[in-house]
């Protein structure tokens, strides 16, 4: 089974969008590539929203599209890595941001605060790795397609410890009635596969 399929028989049938799949050429014409095809499948199938609770995704059609988040995050992303590289500190931002050759080309964010990318490092697309600057201050490079990329991510969100995503500090002010409260609201712990649109 593929990745991208397991990552659907997880997260189950997407709930209808109310927009087409036609989006994708103006995305494409800015980024100079086509894009990942798993990718662009993904989002067909579940259009803009949050995986998990936790990664956000957009579709070109989406209520917040695609193309003009990625050209806002390029600017910004590039600023910061001109800033670190003027104050001697070039290393958190090892690589350029489209539209430089070879920049790395956004397509989310998760609620931890790190945005996603792709690097693209070949002229095949479906060959791209995920790049995650992890709180603007460093990167990870996931050597998979964003398919395996965001199957790693859900799988590790529903295997989390029971009070993931609580400050360590608030636990000594919480009585465990209310730790089980934050538990089965789903505020905190293991995460269910979903995607809920926006």
Known sequence: MSALAELKALLG??????HGTAGWGE????????LPR???AFLDAYGSGVVCGELV???????????PRMQATHRMFAARRRAASA????????????????????????????EHFFLPCGPDPDRWKVVTMV????????????????????????????YDGLDPE??????????????AAGEIGPREPDVEPF
């Open 13 to 18: 049938a997407p709930v209808r969008r109310s």
């Open 87 to 114: 104050d001697g500190d070039p290393e958190h931002f090892p690589h350029p941001f489209h539209p430089e050759p070879g920049g790395l080309v956004s397509w989310g964010y998760d609620h931890s605060g790190d």
């Open 38 to 40: 798993d990718f662009t």
């Open 57 to 67: 995704v957009f579709h070109p059609e989406g209520s917040s599209p695609l193309l």
């Open 135 to 162: 709180h603007e201050v460093g990167c990870r490079t996931f050597a998979g397609p964003f398919a395996e990329f965001v199957l790693s991510f859900v799988k590790r969100l529903q295997h989390v410890d029971r």
């Open 170 to 183: 608030a636990l000594e002010f919480l009585e465990p009635e209310d730790l089980e409260e934050l538990v």
């Open 27 to 34: 995305v494409e014409r800015y980024v100079g590539s086509a």
